[in-house]
Nanobody
Framework: QVQLVESGGGLVQAEGSLRLSCAASVRTFSSYTMGWFRQAPGKEREFVAA???????NYADSVKGRFTISRDNAKNTVYLQMNSLKPEDSAVYYC????????????????WGQGTQVTVSS
């Protein structure tokens, strides 16, 4: 069983920055692809960013150049650095994990955190 706990969300002004963290309770963290997804009210859950077990990164077009995903295997933690935030970035952000996959689709992820709220004011 893999458990994920997100932190770092909050209220920020437009053009501001936040860093989200996701701590994983898993013995072989380095073997998992880690992803970030978000869901705003009235919208479908959407892919934000992912970093695979072997270091491949991918970003949604809407966040590319503004967000950076990284991982610290020694701390069993994945991060999402969010810069130049926009009001349309407001959503609940979810951390997700799957074993040795490279996917931008939520259906491919087996483990999910509880989510952390990000609100960007204009």
């Amino acid at each position: 069983q893999v458990q994920l706990v997100e932190s770092g969300g909050g209220l920020v002004q437009a053009e501001g920055s936040l860093r989200l963290s996701c701590a994983a309770s898993v013995r072989t963290f380095s073997s998992y692809t880690m992803g970030w997804f978000r869901q705003a009210p009235g919208k479908e859950r959407e892919f934000v960013a992912a970093i695979t077990w072997n270091g491949i990164k991918n970003y949604a077009d809407s966040v590319k150049g503004r967000f950076t995903i990284s991982r610290d295997n020694a701390k069993n933690t994945v991060y999402l650095q969010m810069n130049s935030l926009k009001p349309e970035d407001s959503a609940v952000y979810y951390c997700a994990a799957d074993y040795r996959k490279n996917s931008n689709f939520a259906i491919d992820y087996d483990y999910w955190g509880q989510g952390t709220q990000v609100t960007v004011s204009s």
